[in-house]
């Protein structure tokens, strides 16, 4: 298996807007893309089922 040690990040389509994902050793980012702010999930919070209240308290409703 190949260790996640730097970011990995891919571009992808929900609907008709494009997203980017980035993969990092610290969790993962979904960022509509043109924008700075998304939904992030840490690894830790993903494994101890909190994935969703965690997220959505780092979620961002503005647009920069």
């Known amino acids: 298996m190949t260790p996640l040690d730097k970011a990995l990040r891919r571009e992808?389509?929900?609907?008709?807007?494009?997203?980017?994902?980035?993969?990092?050793?610290?969790?993962?980012?979904?960022v509509e893309k043109g924008r700075r702010n998304g939904v992030e999930v840490r690894w830790s919070d993903l494994v101890s089922g909190n994935a969703g209240p965690a997220a959505a308290s780092r979620a961002s409703t503005t647009n920069d």
């Not at 992808?12 to 979904?30: C, E, H, R, S």
Request: aromatic share 6%; glycine share 10%.
């Open 12 to 30: 992808l389509t929900i609907g008709d807007k494009p997203y980017t994902l980035t993969i990092d050793p610290d969790g993962l980012k979904l």
